[in-house]
């Protein structure tokens, strides 16, 4: 029995990197090098796997190896506007057909774990500072550890390129795994390259405001200047140098000093509420309505960055919107809404064009005002 655990990039633990974890039964086995550098024995075929921790169903369903697991947590049993993740609502089987081993954010329970019928072989972990470290809950439960981590489509791209290859190499999803690294490289490119010969004084300033976090939906304060829907079309993101870490706060006088030119606003802020929401404060604050975006109309809604983790392919569909909004020329061939299901097809919908058409309906309209649209200021 083997257990993936995902780290977040950066929070390695190298004190564990000579540890070997072997499985505990007489079983056909193999080996493989995880993210911390040991060596694991884990089973010849993997037919059982937990996912614990945010990012970690998402990444076997991207590779297509949902119907391994055999328990989820708590999370994934929640229905609610800011819990509609693409992979969720390709699957809902994962609120209703299973088991639940533990809370959210890795919160595990060990007992529960054990006694799971049939068994996982693999419990697929995102390390973080809660919850069990996934040594202590080997210890625990009796199955072994292989650490990957998160990463992202931004500074940690490799990171969960890594991901992905070790977790298609436990699951026997190893081409599955290629395929989806090419599909985010070759998208990436055809934003880059529509966008790569625009003149700087051609671009617009952009703001993104309202990007969820580990504590929920934000207000309007809450941005990423690193935010990868800016890096792929070469936008000018205000905030972008200003910060240190990719998702921050920002003071109210910061954003009114950049004035920027076009503000995009991530929807799930519409669940913090009337007074809170970013949407609420651009309506209502005299001076955020000072703001050339607000005066000049050009204020859109996106479909939302941080769901449990970062939603890969809403990142990809924002970024289409992204490159339209702020250059329409560039991508006049591009048609957004079959982009989008065609994305959302790809990775969570097992090839389904109806499904992946059923996941963008809901996406678009899950918080009742139509992401990817003007909003009314």
Do not use: H
């Not at 694991?40 to 991207?62: F, K, M, N, W």
């Not at 795994?177 to 952009?206: G, H, M, Q, S």
């Not at 209502?284 to 996106?302: F, H, I, K, M, T």
């Amino acid at each position: 029995m083997l257990i993936v655990s995902t780290l977040s990039a950066g929070c390695m633990d190298n004190s564990s990197t000579s540890q070997d974890i072997q499985t505990s039964e007489e079983t056909p086995s193999r080996t493989v090098t995880d993210a911390l550098g040991r060596t694991v024995e884990i089973p010849e075929s993997v037919d059982y796997v937990i996912c614990s921790g945010v990012g970690s169903l998402r990444y076997l369903t991207y590779l297509e190896a949902q119907d391994k697991i055999i328990g989820v947590e708590r999370s994934e049993t929640t229905n609610s506007a800011s819990n509609a993740k693409p992979y969720s609502l390709a699957n809902p089987q994962f609120s209703t057909d299973y088991p639940v081993f533990g809370e959210t954010r890795g919160m595990d329970d060990p007992e529960k774990i054990l006694s799971l019928d049939p068994l996982p072989e693999v419990i697929i972990k995102t390390y973080s500072s809660t919850g069990f470290d996934p040594v202590e809950l080997q210890e625990k439960t009796g199955i072994p550890v292989v650490v990957v981590n998160t990463g992202d489509l931004a500074d940690n791209k490799e990171d969960l390129y890594e991901s992905l290859r070790i977790i298609g190499e436990v699951v026997g999803k190893e081409e599955r795994a290629e395929e989806v690294i090419a599909f985010f490289d070759e998208n990436i490119a055809d934003l880059k390259e529509r966008t790569a010969d625009i003149p700087e004084e051609d671009k617009p300033t952009c703001y993104v405001g309202g990007i969820g976090r580990a504590g929920g939906p934000q207000g309007f304060q809450s941005t990423e200047p690193t935010y990868p829907p800016f890096l792929f079309t070469n936008a000018i993101n205000v905030a972008y140098g200003d910060m240190d870490i990719n998702v921050a706060d920002v003071s109210k006088e910061k954003i009114i000093e950049w004035d920027p030119e076009i503000i995009f606003l991530d929807l799930n802020t519409i669940e913090c509420g009337e007074d809170r929401s970013g949407l609420s404060l651009l309506q209502n604050d005299e001076s955020y309505r000072q703001l050339r975006a607000v005066q000049s109309g050009n204020v859109y809604g996106v479909l939302p960055f941080n769901q449990y983790a970062t939603n890969f392919g809403s990142v990809l569909a924002d970024s289409y919107f992204a490159g339209k909004t702020l250059y329409p020329d560039k991508f006049e061939d591009v048609d957004l809404e079959n982009k989008t299901i065609e994305i959302y097809t790809f990775l969570v919908c097992k090839g389904d064009e109806d499904l992946g058409r059923e996941v963008y309906n809901t996406m678009i309209n899950v918080y009742g005002i139509p992401a990817f649209t003007k909003l009314e200021i």
